[in-house]
């Protein structure tokens, strides 16, 4: 069995683990849930609403800063496809995120070849596993710029 059988299986563990987290992150306002100290991580909750389905979404996101900006990382792990998140934004690129306790409008945008190429840089040496997702897929991981708006 691969690591992507895996995390397919593993999808509904998975979905309550990130369901916890994003109660957890809110009820807090960013307490819990905002600093992976175990991982050296800061992670964002990312307010997408669904492409086809209307329906408001919340996703829980490791982020980096860029200046005013923030850089999020599709991976989906390395999956073949990009994540459902990532459809939703190019539809409706004009959301919400919560940082900790502060709430930002933004605007997403997909970064540039040369902005990615920085962007990803920063991503790996945040998070090593970028990386490793990476190789595992054909598709090029996209890094999308969050932008006050």
Do not use: C
């Amino acid at each position: 069995m691969g690591v992507l059988d895996l995390v397919d299986r593993s999808w509904p563990l998975l979905k309550r683990g990130v369901e916890v987290h994003t109660f957890a992150y809110r009820a807090s306002r960013g307490l819990i849930g905002h600093h992976i100290p175990i991982l050296g991580i800061d992670m964002l909750l990312l307010e997408h609403v669904g492409a086809r389905s209307g329906k408001r979404r919340t996703t829980p996101l490791l982020y980096i800063r860029d200046g005013n900006n923030l850089a999020i990382i599709a991976s989906k792990g390395g999956n073949p496809r990009h994540p459902a998140w990532f459809h939703n934004l190019r539809a409706n690129p004009e959301t919400t995120v919560q940082v900790g306790s502060e709430r930002r409008a933004v605007r997403a945008r997909v970064a540039d070849s040369e902005e990615r190429e920085r962007l990803w840089q920063r991503a790996v040496e945040t998070y090593s596993q970028y990386a490793d997702y990476q190789a595992r897929t054909d598709r090029e991981i996209p890094v999308v710029v969050l932008e006050p708006r």
